[in-house]
């Protein structure tokens, strides 16, 4: 097996090619173009998450967020956002067949957030997991739909165009805690899948190359809940205007971008509110974040 290459990310380098790739805002557009983003998951008991996840991509800037969920979740999700377009069918019989024409307009799916552990939900989404593969859509795969990845790996690898976001203990239960043995697994998802390792400094392995390009700290102490679900739902719409603008590593760019803009807005916020925030907070602070990070040429 050839050698781990570790590379630390410079920040303002990466922000320079960023900005680059982020679609100008034009009356000449119509609706969608700048992103449509589907997200599957939301539960009776997680319907936070998925709200989390859509309504990021939007804030960031796409323009349709799609949620698709369990019917006991759909409800209260709608009730959070009239932004947000909600289908109540993850448990329907015919769920695949219901959700199957919306993909073909979404550019990028986000799988997991809220899921739940159900198994007749976790087999439907492992459908839809091959639905998108089969369909060549981008996706991003989080939480508990990485939680169906543990066993069944092999369903991305040689894939094309798909992010894993775990966090230390997902990566441990996805590919094992002895590093060698970590990157020999990773080996086996291909040239098409990146991998978003999240922690204190997040880390975005090339498992066909075994780079592993480390993040600059940054956020805070404050580790509440729903900040992956931001994550996931940042890296979205990333995702879609990297892969728009045909940048040669398109997760790759995304993953930097979504990892580096949700320690900011995470820091913005706790600045303000310290250890009173919460993921709420943080999509306050996401216009403003934007535009110094990513308009704002002076903060090279």
Same mark, same amino acid.
């Given at each position: 097996?050839? #050698?781990?290459?570790?590379?630390?990310?410079?920040?303002?380098?990466?922000?320079?090619?960023?900005?680059?790739?982020?679609?100008?805002?034009?009356?000449?557009?119509?609706?969608?173009?700048?992103?449509?983003?589907? +997200?599957?998951?939301?539960?009776? &008991?997680?319907?936070?998450?998925?709200?989390?996840?859509?309504?990021?991509?939007?804030?960031?800037?796409?323009?349709?967020?799609?949620?698709?969920?369990?019917?006991?979740?759909?409800?209260?999700?709608?009730?959070?956002?009239?932004?947000?377009?909600?289908?109540? +069918?993850?448990?329907?019989?015919?769920?695949?067949? *219901?959700?199957?024409? !919306?993909?073909?307009?979404?550019? +990028?799916?986000?799988?997991?957030?809220?899921?739940?552990?159900?198994?007749?939900?976790?087999?439907?989404?492992?459908?839809?997991?091959?639905?998108?593969?089969?369909?060549?859509?981008?996706?991003?795969?989080?939480?508990?739909?990485?939680?169906?990845?543990?066993?069944?790996?092999?369903?991305?690898?040689?894939?094309?165009?798909?992010?894993?976001?775990?966090?230390?203990?997902?990566?441990?239960?996805?590919?094992?805690?002895?590093?060698?043995?970590?990157?020999?697994?990773?080996?086996?998802?291909?040239?098409?899948?990146?991998?978003? &390792? #999240?922690?204190?400094?997040?880390?975005?392995?090339?498992?066909?190359?075994?780079?592993?390009?480390?993040?600059?700290?940054?956020?805070?102490?404050?580790?509440?809940?729903?900040?992956?679900?931001?994550?996931?739902?940042?890296?979205?719409?990333?995702?879609? !205007?990297?892969?728009?603008?045909?940048?040669?590593?398109?997760?790759?760019?995304?993953?930097?971008?979504?990892?580096?803009?949700? *320690?900011?807005?995470?820091?913005?916020?706790?600045? #303000?509110?310290?250890?009173?925030?919460?993921?709420?907070?943080?999509?306050?602070?996401?216009?403003?974040?934007?535009?110094?990070?990513?308009?704002?040429?002076?903060?090279?």
């Amino acid at each position: 097996m050839s #050698k781990i290459i570790e590379i630390p990310v410079h920040a303002q380098k990466l922000l320079t090619i960023f900005r680059t790739i982020i679609p100008k805002l034009s009356n000449g557009k119509y609706k969608g173009q700048y992103g449509r983003i589907g +997200v599957i998951g939301g539960s009776l &008991e997680y319907t936070g998450a998925p709200y989390f996840a859509a309504i990021t991509a939007m804030k960031v800037g796409a323009d349709l967020s799609h949620v698709f969920c369990h019917t006991n979740a759909a409800a209260v999700i709608k009730s959070y956002s009239p932004d947000l377009i909600v289908h109540p +069918v993850l448990d329907c019989e015919d769920a695949v067949e *219901k959700i199957k024409p !919306w993909m073909e307009r979404l550019h +990028v799916i986000v799988i997991g957030p809220g899921l739940g552990r159900d198994p007749s939900i976790l087999k439907t989404t492992t459908d839809v997991i091959k639905l998108c593969l089969e369909m060549r859509k981008p996706i991003v795969i989080d939480a508990d739909g990485l939680f169906i990845l543990n066993d069944n790996i092999e369903l991305v690898c040689g894939k094309r165009d798909v992010i894993l976001t775990p966090n230390v203990i997902e990566f441990e239960r996805l590919f094992g805690k002895d590093t060698a043995t970590a990157h020999e697994k990773m080996s086996l998802l291909g040239d098409g899948v990146v991998v978003l &390792e #999240k922690g204190a400094h997040d880390k975005i392995h090339i498992p066909h190359t075994n780079e592993v390009y480390s993040m600059p700290i940054g956020g805070s102490g404050r580790r509440c809940g729903g900040q992956g679900d931001l994550l996931s739902g940042s890296l979205a719409t990333f995702f879609c !205007w990297s892969l728009q603008s045909n940048q040669p590593n398109p997760a790759y760019l995304a993953a930097c971008a979504s990892s580096y803009f949700v *320690k900011k807005i995470n820091y913005a916020a706790f600045q #303000k509110l310290g250890r009173s925030l919460v993921a709420s907070d943080m999509i306050k602070e996401i216009s403003s974040v934007f535009k110094t990070e990513f308009e704002n040429s002076s903060s090279d």
